[in-house]
């Protein structure tokens, strides 16, 4: 069974570019959320993809999108990027509503860097 | 509002010794609760979870968490650390049924004395 996974592993960027990351979610899983972890803080939710449709959204603004495709991978998009921006992203997906709907299974991230 | 707070941002235990992290919630209703364990430059793994039932939940690696309703807490324990157990825990809920938005405590970091 092969876990979740995240690409690419690092990366650097502008201020004011766009960025893309990538997740792959864990077989069988259809619920793929994605996450900020600044330096030293918990992860914050961003927003959460169900059968390719946003399914619920932390208080992050309009620049962060995302996609989730028939295979259940996603993408976070992010415009005009800021300083501020520069952490760890996380993809986690979940299994089927089944009482299981809430376990996540993280990916291992990746590091944002906005210069 | 809804929270969750881990008092201890570090903790320094030796190794053999016994473990408590504290984990307290403010939520209108029992949420859901998780542990969460990141490991540096890695995601978070699941611990335990609690969703109802026997308030004391078994996880993985020997951890246990204890639910006390009364005091809206969810301690993680473990009898006896080992060096491979030093990490950063998380502790997290959900609100189910209501907004379902995961929140996460912002981390205890584990170091182990040898």
């Known amino acids: 069974e092969t876990g979740v996974t995240q690409s690419p592993t690092h990366l650097i960027k502008t201020r004011g570019q766009q960025v893309t990351l990538r997740c792959s979610s864990q077989?069988?899983?259809?619920?793929v959320s994605w996450y900020q972890q600044a330096l030293g803080q918990g992860p914050q939710f961003i927003f959460q993809?169900?059968?390719?449709?946003?399914?619920g959204r932390g208080n992050f603004p309009p620049r962060f999108s995302g996609l989730q495709f028939p295979n259940y991978s996603s993408e976070l998009n992010v415009n005009a990027l800021e300083l501020d921006d520069s952490a760890l992203y996380l993809c986690?997906?979940?299994?089927?509503?089944?009482?299981?709907?809430?376990?996540?299974?993280f990916g291992p991230g990746t590091r944002l860097t906005v210069t | 509002a809804q929270s969750v707070t881990q008092p201890d941002i570090h903790i320094t235990v030796s190794e053999g010794a016994s473990l408590e992290l504290r984990c307290n919630y403010s939520?209108?209703?029992?949420?859901?609760l998780f542990w969460y364990v990141q490991s540096p430059g890695q995601g978070l793994q699941l611990l335990l979870k609690?969703?109802?039932?026997?308030?004391l939940v078994q996880g993985i690696k020997g951890f246990e968490a204890e639910f006390k309703r009364s005091q809206s807490s969810f301690n993680l324990r473990k009898p006896s650390v080992h060096w491979s157990d030093a990490a950063e825990y998380f502790c997290?809920?959900?609100?189910?049924?209501?907004?379902?938005?995961?929140?996460f405590g912002k981390g205890t970091r584990l170091h182990i004395l040898p």
């Open positions: 986690a997906s979940s299994p089927p509503a089944d009482g299981r709907a809430y376990e996540q299974y």
């Open positions: 077989s069988g899983h259809n619920t």
């Open positions: 993809y169900y059968r390719e449709e946003e399914n």
């Open positions: 939520y209108g209703a029992t949420p859901y």
């Open positions: 609690y969703f109802s039932g026997d308030t």
């Open positions: 997290a809920v959900v609100s189910p049924n209501r907004d379902d938005k995961i929140i």
